[in-house]
């Protein structure tokens, strides 16, 4: 047996059945072994950014990581913005980074590089793997660091020899550690706080914003009069009938300051004190008022849902009903504006639809809208880094095993970042509806350039302009293999939206906005 054999047969036995790649020279042993040994799905992706953000959403709906298969260190650099995302959104993935033949790396061959000081920029463990004999070893290891309650990126580099070698031994599967124990001492000072306070602010993130932790954080605040806000990066929240309509701290500064101003305490679920995305002359970093004290209940690498039920406990909230969110909006009609888009996606969405949403400047009705939505999963951009929405949903699509229509909300711009994600589900028939937002410009930079007092003339417009030429988006989907068609009113992209939930494969409507 040789070392990437031993790999393949290690990660199958220790859960990972997905591979997304996009493979090399160095890589082909791996390969080969992929081609003999049955039991991965491996899904091509024609560009690493597109692999790393496919595993990241297909994390965020299986709840356990897949592997990624990529090029030496300049395909590593290629994904690192999407794992960038990934490690915001505290998605657990498996790394496998080809590299130079541990005798072959000395000469300095064009493609060597410093593979091992990339990868830690993104990677909460990394480790180069020179023999074959240890392959499955360090395989098994990294499984179990990305499987953390907590999703971590673990990165294993794979010299070609230490794939090519004989004298692989298969690994058995290593018992991941417990999160650390919720404090005792946390949940008293919560209880107490909530009970002897007023203002107060339970804020959520992370596990704690699915299902199972917004119902116990929701029984906190019924019966203590506090407040419920999630962090507005949250990578994943469950949403719709039957979830709690969570408001999300504002992405824009003023609009989070004011939001935020009320609260003299704010209780921590796996959440971080809110800060802005960016400095801006003359306003705050900080979105909270100076004089805020935090009470953390859980870090982000604890059980929120053990943390939530220890002080629901404590303060002995009774079990009460999820607040109705009142009677689905119809469809919007008319020339598309963000309250149609949302009370349009509301009305039409399928049950269990899984929406992936980088729609920043266009979405800011999104949430309010789709409260009364059916119950869906809501991913969204957990990083900053642009370029996620299409993989993201390409994953997620792939997670679902097809059962679940997939509904990317994609501004243009951001779209260009990984459009080649749409071959992706034309070659898997993954049931994904993109609604291309299409402004023609980098209209959130538009926005960002007055945040920062600046006056854009004709050539900061035209760096932030995507027309002269024009992208056809219903060509290039065409292209990648895709069916697509153009709206210019809420109406007909409702009729599109209705024609794409009733196929198998994926469909991309350009929507002029």
Same mark, same amino acid.
């Given at each position: 047996?040789?070392?990437?054999?031993?790999?393949?047969?290690?990660?199958?036995?220790?859960?990972?059945?997905? &591979? #997304?790649?996009?493979?090399?020279? $160095?890589?082909?042993? #791996?390969?080969? *072994?992929?081609?003999?040994?049955?039991?991965?799905?491996?899904?091509?992706?024609?560009? %690493?950014?597109?692999?790393?953000?496919?595993?990241?959403?297909?994390?965020?709906? *299986?709840?356990?990581?897949?592997?990624?298969?990529?090029? &030496?260190?300049?395909?590593?650099?290629? =994904?690192?913005?999407?794992?960038?995302?990934?490690?915001?959104?505290?998605?657990?993935?498996?790394?496998?980074?080809?590299?130079?033949?541990?005798?072959?790396?000395?000469?300095?061959?064009?493609?060597?590089?410093?593979?091992?000081?990339?990868?830690?920029?993104?990677?909460?463990?990394?480790?180069?793997?020179?023999?074959?004999?240890?392959?499955?070893?360090?395989?098994?290891?990294?499984?179990?660091?990305?499987?953390?309650?907590? =999703?971590?990126?673990?990165?294993?580099?794979?010299?070609?020899?230490?794939?090519?070698? +004989?004298? @692989?031994?298969?690994?058995?599967?290593?018992?991941?550690?417990?999160?650390?124990?919720?404090?005792?001492?946390?949940?008293?000072?919560?209880?107490?706080?909530?009970?002897?306070?007023?203002?107060?602010?339970?804020?959520?993130?992370?596990?704690?914003?699915?299902?199972?932790?917004?119902?116990?954080?929701?029984?906190?605040?019924?019966?203590?009069?506090?407040?419920?806000?999630?962090?507005?990066?949250?990578?994943?929240?469950?949403?719709?009938?039957?979830?709690?309509?969570?408001?999300?701290?504002?992405?824009?500064?003023?609009? *989070?300051?004011?939001?935020?101003?009320?609260?003299?305490?704010?209780?921590?679920?796996?959440?971080?004190?809110?800060? =802005?995305? #960016?400095?801006?002359?003359?306003?705050? $970093?900080?979105?909270?008022?100076?004089?805020?004290? #935090?009470?953390?209940?859980?870090?982000?690498?604890?059980?929120?849902?053990?943390?939530?039920?220890?002080?629901?406990?404590?303060?002995?909230?009774?079990?009460?009903?999820?607040?109705? /969110?009142?009677?689905?909006?119809? *469809?919007?009609?008319?020339?598309?504006?963000?309250? @149609?888009?949302?009370?349009?996606?509301?009305?039409?969405?399928?049950?269990?639809?899984?929406?992936?949403?980088?729609?920043?400047?266009?979405?800011?009705y999104l949430e309010h809208f789709t409260y009364a939505a059916p119950a869906h999963d809501w991913l969204n951009l957990g990083g900053g880094a642009i370029g996620d929405g299409l993989p993201v949903a390409t994953g997620a699509a792939v997670a679902s095993r097809g059962e679940r229509r997939v509904i990317s909300l994609q501004a243009d711009g951001s779209a260009m970042y990984s459009l080649q994600s749409l071959w992706t589900q034309a070659r898997e028939q993954l049931p994904c509806t993109t609604i291309l937002l299409n402004n023609r410009r980098y209209n959130i930079?538009?926005?960002?350039?007055?945040?920062?007092?600046?006056?854009?003339? /004709?050539?900061?417009?035209?760096?932030?302009?995507? $027309?002269?030429?024009?992208?056809?988006?219903?060509?290039?989907?065409? =292209?990648?293999?895709? %069916?697509?068609?153009?709206?210019? +009113?809420?109406?007909?992209?409702?009729?599109?939206?209705?024609?794409?939930?009733?196929?198998?494969?994926?469909?991309?409507?350009?929507?002029?906005?």
């Amino acid at each position: 047996m040789n070392g990437a054999e031993s790999l393949v047969r290690t990660l199958l036995k220790s859960g990972v059945d997905t &591979c #997304f790649a996009n493979p090399g020279t $160095s890589e082909m042993h #791996f390969v080969g *072994a992929l081609d003999r040994i049955p039991g991965m799905h491996c899904v091509l992706g024609l560009q %690493e950014n597109v692999v790393t953000g496919m595993a990241d959403g297909y994390y965020r709906i *299986a709840g356990k990581p897949a592997c990624t298969l990529l090029h &030496c260190g300049p395909g590593l650099a290629n =994904g690192m913005a999407n794992l960038h995302n990934a490690r915001r959104a505290r998605a657990g993935i498996v790394n496998i980074v080809g590299d130079q033949a541990t005798y072959h790396r000395p000469l300095d061959a064009p493609l060597t590089a410093d593979t091992e000081g990339m990868a830690r920029t993104v990677s909460h463990w990394v480790r180069t793997c020179s023999n074959a004999g240890d392959v499955g070893r360090d395989a098994a290891a990294a499984v179990q660091a990305a499987s953390a309650l907590s =999703g971590q990126i673990a990165t294993l580099i794979l010299p070609a020899d230490s794939s090519w070698n +004989t004298g @692989g031994v298969v690994a058995e599967p290593l018992s991941v550690p417990p999160p650390p124990p919720v404090d005792p001492h946390a949940v008293t000072t919560a209880a107490r706080i909530l009970h002897s306070q007023k203002n107060v602010l339970i804020l959520i993130a992370d596990q704690a914003t699915l299902a199972p932790s917004q119902h116990l954080a929701w029984r906190v605040a019924e019966a203590t009069g506090a407040d419920l806000m999630g962090s507005y990066t949250n990578g994943h929240l469950q949403r719709g009938r039957g979830r709690i309509p969570l408001p999300r701290v504002p992405y824009v500064v003023d609009a *989070a300051v004011a939001a935020l101003d009320k609260y003299e305490h704010i209780i921590l679920v796996n959440a971080e004190p809110p800060v =802005g995305f #960016f400095a801006y002359p003359n306003r705050p $970093s900080a979105l909270y008022r100076p004089d805020s004290q #935090f009470h953390v209940l859980s870090r982000p690498d604890q059980d929120s849902e053990a943390a939530l039920q220890a002080l629901v406990d404590e303060i002995g909230a009774p079990e009460t009903a999820i607040p109705d /969110p009142g009677p689905l909006p119809d *469809a919007g009609t008319g020339a598309p504006t963000p309250e @149609g888009l949302a009370q349009t996606l509301a009305a039409l969405m399928p049950e269990g639809a899984i929406i992936s949403n980088e729609s920043i400047s266009f979405g800011g009705y999104l949430e309010h809208f789709t409260y009364a939505a059916p119950a869906h999963d809501w991913l969204n951009l957990g990083g900053g880094a642009i370029g996620d929405g299409l993989p993201v949903a390409t994953g997620a699509a792939v997670a679902s095993r097809g059962e679940r229509r997939v509904i990317s909300l994609q501004a243009d711009g951001s779209a260009m970042y990984s459009l080649q994600s749409l071959w992706t589900q034309a070659r898997e028939q993954l049931p994904c509806t993109t609604i291309l937002l299409n402004n023609r410009r980098y209209n959130i930079l538009i926005g960002e350039y007055a945040n920062v007092g600046a006056e854009p003339g /004709p050539t900061a417009m035209g760096m932030l302009d995507l $027309s002269r030429p024009d992208l056809d988006w219903v060509k290039m989907a065409n =292209g990648m293999g895709v %069916e697509a068609a153009r709206a210019t +009113t809420l109406e007909q992209c409702a009729d599109l939206m209705r024609q794409s939930f009733n196929q198998a494969g994926p469909f991309l409507i350009d929507l002029i906005i």
